[in-house]
């Protein structure tokens, strides 16, 4: 399924992004970065990101069962995806998020 | 960093416990868990792992308001709280009354993808925001295990579980880790000892002539001495029970006070005065000779003084028991129904010895009876070999007799058995031992009682002979006399021959005595006729000679008239 569909004159972004770190480490920074070229690349004005830090808000990590970090959840679109990891490998990614086939 | 070490070995601390609050559990670890430390709790499936974890912080939060974090990586919070309902635990209310956290970490495996570097931390931060939600001093890891099938880099994974167990040393709180049991020579399945090295406690569950026991053994406690057998335990709806087996010796404090058999008779051949309170008794007899009669008109007599009495029994119901007490005019229903004396009926192969033990240990413990009665003691004997019914009843007695209960037992021999023989050397054990033998003569058969055995009082060594009848047991005296001791109907033919030879002497001593009077009389008689004849002889005698002076009298005169008409000279 290709998850690159362009919607028709909607400007409500397609892709709910999260990315759950813990403190700023030097895995949560390469994740962040990782990602962000990631999204700006391949996801351009169709996405939602949202950074939170669970250090800062603990009480977050049960609602999308976060046990590793950093880890990046694909919520939209269905179904749900967790990646694992500072995000290092783009490829891997993008197959994981399901934005390319392999 | 060697001068550290040093340091800290010239500063020896004492090893400080966290009591469970499980029943038993603490006594076997010498007061409980390691405090702020791990313990591994190992077991094969079904084992009751998770069920310790969780009353170990039930009873932490109602026991020793200490508020506990549960972790479920494989159930979920909602049937974990379910399948703890039956144990009658709440886990809801303890929640809401801020005593517990449940979280389910639950990682679906598909759903994940590991790209590059990463670490735990959201496990970390998520126990630590748990526990500090609510303050927690004890948490419970159920099973860390599930952790290794949901990621595949196992490297970053056991470096992160070793970052925990520090993490959580650190936090100070007392954690209980379950584990699934491994082979080769594992504890665990994931090696999870390798982290956890301060406490392992082992579950088994095993099945022995299709009777199934729970065995727990502590096969390793750092820094504390600790029973290292195989303990039984009992998970019930009270929650988990575990038998600490401690013997504590034999210095029990000893009653001098004196409780009635409930039989007069009985009593009589006991000093007048019945058994010494907190003694063991045995009453051994061949099927049908009144065993459960005598232990009934027991229970009877302790329920009448408002004490309470446990009768526990392996052959008949309750229900069969009263009914057949009733035709013996014992009437034990008012009993039941007042809470003084309580009926537990079971097969005896219904669970191992082991087991028959943990729940005559509770139901002591929860009825505080002063009389227990085991009814009969032999049908253990199909549980175990002869050796092991001993070992048992050795620690029931043991148990017992700390307590002060009296144990009354009945036990069941086969006929042409030598009596003495009966239960393998548990006579030993026993202070007060009542033999009940048939005796057949003529064609009957009797039932005959007497004391084989009675430690500290004098009793009757004869037997005397036991009769049932709708006014209750009646010990009678045995027939004593020149024709030997008889029962039964030999000695009512007996005592009727006597009594009737017995008036036939009193007949004939009547008899003679009469006759003695009789002759008596006839002598009288004869002497009172002789009397009268002499008296009519003597009369006429006297007469006559009365007549003969008359006529002397007269021919004198006569003479002298003639003299003088003759003018003799006189």
Redesign the interface.
Known sequence: MDAANESEGENRPKWELRL?V??QTT?SL??CINLKKICEEYLEGKYQLEIID??EN??L??GD???????LVRKLPD???????????TE??LV?LNLIQI | MNKNHIENHTAPETLLKCPTGIDGLDAVTGGGLPKGRPTLLCGSAGCGKTLFGVEFLVQGALKFDEPGVLVTFEESPEEITKNVTSLGFNLNELVAQKKLVLDHIYIERSEIEEIGDFDLDGLFIRLAYAIDSIGAKRVALDTLEALFSSFDNEAILRAELRRLFRWLKDKGVTVIITGERGSNGMLTRQGLEEYVSDCVIVLAHRTVDSISTRHLQVIKYRGSAHGTNEYPFLIDETGISVLPITSSGLDYTISNERISTGIPSLDDMLEGKGFYRGSSVLISGTAGTGKTSIASSFASSVCQRGERCLYLAFEESTGQIVRNMRSIGLNLAPWIDANLLKFHTTRATMYGLEMHLVVIHQLVKSFQPSVVIIDPVTNFLNNGSNLEVRSMITRLLDFLKTQQITAFFTSLTSAGNFEEHTLTNISSLIDTWLLLRDIELDGERNRGMFVLKSRGMASSNQIREFLLSSKGIELKEAYLGQAGVLTGSARLVQEAKERAEEQLREQEAIQIEFNLERKRQMLENQIAIMRAEFEVEEAESLNLLKQAKAIDEQMNIERNNMKISRKVKA
């Open positions: 759950y813990a403190g895995k390469s994740a669970l250090l603990p009480q990590a049960s069962q976060i046990v590793a970090t950093p880890t179904p749900v995806r967790k990646i694992i990891g500072d995000l290092s490998n891997r990614v994981g």
